[in-house]
C-alpha cells in the first residue's frame, strides 16, 4: 500500500501539470508486499510532476492533511478573512477598501512574495510601519489562536473530523445542504465585494 500526496489543491496540480510544472508531495509506504513499493512511489510522484516527494506516514499525513485543510489553508483563513473585513465595514470602511486590505493585497501582492522569499524577507522588506505592527502583533495572533488549533488537532487524532465528513457526504441530501453553505460564502458581501474587484484587475481590463 503506497500513497502520494501532492502539497496543492488538485485544480493547481492539474494547471501546473499542464504548463509542464508540478507540486512537491509526500510520500508513504506501507505492507511493502511486492518489495517494488518505493519504486512505485516514486514513479507516481515523479509521473505528477513532483520534484521532491517528503517521507511521511499514513497517519501523519491524514493529520497534518486534515488539521491544515480545516486551519490556514481553508477553514482559519476564511474565519479571519471575515473578522477582518467585518470590523472594517464597521468602522465605516467601503466594501472594496475593506477587501482590498483584508484578501486582494494578501492574495496579489503578499502570498507570492512570502512562497518565493519567505516571511523573514518579507519582514524585513516592507515598510517600516508595517514592519513595526507585524513584529508586535503577530504573537498576538498566535497565542490567541493556538488553544483552537490544538482544539482542531484533538478533534482529528480522535477521528471526529472524519466521521463528520462521511456523515454529511452520506446524507441524501448532502448535496442541497453544501449548496446552501457555499451559497452564503458566494454571496456574502466580502465575496460579492471580491467579485467586482477581481474583475477591476490591471489584466482584466
Known amino acids: 500500500m503506497i500513497l502520494v ?21 509526500s510520500y508513504a509506504v506501507y505492507r511493502d508486499a511486492t518489495g517494488r513499493a518505493f519504486e512505485r512511489v516514486v514513479a507516481l510522484g515523479i509521473g505528477v510532476g513532483s520534484g521532491y516527494l517528503f517521507e511521511t506516514d499514513f497517519r501523519r499525513e491524514v493529520y497534518s492533511d486534515l488539521t491544515g485543510e480545516r486551519g490556514t489553508l481553508m477553514g482559519a483563513i476564511q474565519g479571519l478573512f471575515a473578522a477582518q473585513y467585518e470590523t472594517l465595514r464597521e468602522q465605516g470602511h467601503t466594501p472594496s477598501e475593506a477587501f482590498n486590505e483584508t484578501v486582494e493585497e494578501l492574495t496579489q501582492s503578499l502570498m507570492p512574495l512570502i512562497a518565493e522569499k519567505g516571511m523573514d524577507w518579507m519582514y524585513a522588506n516592507c515598510s517600516t510601519t508595517a514592519q513595526r505592527g507585524a513584529l508586535d502583533w503577530w504573537k498576538r495572533f498566535r497565542d490567541a489562536t493556538k488553544p483552537l488549533f490544538g482544539e482542531l488537532y484533538a478533534s482529528v487524532a480522535a477521528g471526529r473530523e472524519a466521521q463528520i465528513a462521511i456523515e454529511a457526504n452520506s446524507r441524501p441530501d448532502y448535496r442541497e445542504r453544501l449548496e446552501e453553505e457555499l451559497r452564503e460564502l458566494r454571496e456574502s458581501e466580502m465575496w460579492q465585494a471580491g467579485a467586482v474587484v477581481r474583475k477591476l484587475r490591471p489584466e482584466n481590463n
Open 5 to 25: 500526496a501532492p502539497k496543492g489543491s488538485g485544480t493547481s496540480l492539474r494547471r501546473m501539470f499542464l504548463q509542464g510544472r508540478g507540486l512537491n508531495s
